[in-house]
T-cell receptor, first 114, second 112 residues
Framework: EAGVTQSPTHLIKTRGQQVTLRCSPI?????VYWYQQALGLGLQFLLW???????NRGNFPPRFSGRQFPNYSSELNVNALELEDSALYLC?????????????FGQGTRLTVV | QKEVEQDPGPLSVPEGAIVSLNCTYS??????FMWYRQYSRKGPELLMY??SSGNKEDGRFTAQVDKSSKYISLFIRDSQPSDSATYLC????????????WGAGTKLIIKP
């Protein structure tokens, strides 16, 4: 069974540009989480989608946004990139019915803003 | 005060030692407790989860939850250099709609 897949794996953007990151959850999982992990720091919660709806949002500015599609895949959009947005962006999927006890992560997208 | 506190380390121990990793938390509504392992530049990997209080064992790993003390632990027996990674705890409960709340992670180094 395929795990959580994220694309692209790496990208380099210029300050002020916009970027879209993509995530495909494990088949059957309806919940998708997005996290930011800056170098040497813990996971910072960005967004939680379940059944196509945004369930919760972390303490990030509105230029971080996303959506979940009917097939449960998800996109994370970041507008007006800033240097401090450079980080590993992680997507995880789970079943809310399991109380999110088994959240599985993708390998992440490493974003570098120059 | 953070909801979940975890010593960032690094924790350095010799190969073969028993490792104890810990998290404390403040929200008594947490019911589910998870441990993840993250290798450098990779996504976190679920090791195990525990519901409420008690112990759970999986191979060389044992997770303990003490809800009365709001304290959870992960023990690694016969530690190996391949166990060197960052270990993250995560918790969830009904009052947060089971959203995962994370510790900052402890960096573990196993010296050969």
């Amino acid at each position: 069974e395929a795990g959580v897949t994220q694309s692209p794996t790496h990208l380099i953007k210029t300050r002020g540009q916009q970027v879209t990151l993509r995530c495909s959850p494990i088949s059957g999982h309806t919940s998708v989480y997005w996290y930011q992990q800056a170098l040497g720091l813990g996971l910072q919660f960005l967004l939680w989608y379940d059944e196509g709806e945004e369930r919760n949002r972390g303490n990030f500015p509105p230029r971080f946004s996303g959506r979940q599609f009917p097939n449960y895949s998800s996109e994370l959009n970041v507008n007006a990139l800033e240097l401090e947005d450079s980080a590993l962006y992680l997507c995880a999927s789970s079943l809310v019915s399991t109380r999110n006890t088994e959240a599985f992560f993708g390998q992440g997208t490493r974003l570098t803003v120059v | 005060q953070k909801e979940v506190e975890q010593d960032p380390g690094p924790l350095s121990v010799p190969e073969g030692a028993i490792v104890s990793l810990n998290c404390t938390y403040s929200n008594s509504a947490f019911q589910y407790f998870m441990w993840y392992r993250q290798y450098s530049r990779k996504g976190p990997e679920l090791l195990m989860y525990t519901y409420s209080s008690g112990n759970k064992e999986d191979g060389r790993f044992t997770a303990q939850v003490d809800k009365s003390s709001k304290y959870i632990s992960l023990f690694i027996r016969d530690s190996q250099p391949s166990d060197s990674a960052t270990y993250l705890c995560a918790m969830s409960g009904m009052d947060s709609n089971y959203q995962l709340i994370w510790g900052a992670g402890t960096k573990l180094i196993i010296k050969p």
